[in-house]
């Protein structure tokens, strides 16, 4: 599977933002798939996931949580990220990415496949 983030952009704090990840390929349906993000002089960290499963299982990390959401669309092969109340410290170059298999994990060494990133400013 291919993918292809965008969506990225500056705004200011408290503004929102949706990425979206486009696939293409034979598989998508039946892979988890997940956002990471990468800030500057930091380690790419897992920001939300969500299953190949009947109910669409859905994590975030914490920091995330209240303010992120994740959906998928199989049928257009597209994953979504929606941000609200965004924050300076969610300055980062976000990254879409397909899992192994049909779970979504926080480790970003399950994944198989990676987007090349859009980038994400928000100014205080």
């Known amino acids: 599977v291919q993918l292809q983030a965008s969506g990225g952009g500056l705004v200011q704090a408290g503004d929102s933002l949706r990425l979206s990840c486009a696939a293409s390929g034979r598989t998508f349906s039946d892979r988890g798939m997940g956002w990471f993000r990468q800030a500057p002089g930091k380690e790419r960290e897992f920001v939300a996931g969500?299953?190949?499963?009947?109910?669409?299982?859905?994590y975030y990390a914490d920091f995330v949580r209240g303010r992120f959401t994740i959906s998928r669309d199989n049928a257009k092969k597209t994953l979504s990220l929606q941000m609200n109340s965004l924050k300076p410290d969610d300055t980062a170059v976000y990254y879409c990415?397909?899992?192994?298999?049909?779970?979504?994990?926080?480790?970003?060494?399950?994944?198989?496949?990676w987007g090349q990133g859009t980038l994400v400013t928000v100014s205080s």
């Open positions: 969500i299953s190949w499963s009947a109910d669409n299982t859905i």
């Open positions: 990415a397909a899992s192994k298999g049909p779970t979504a994990p926080r480790d970003a060494t399950w994944y198989a496949a």
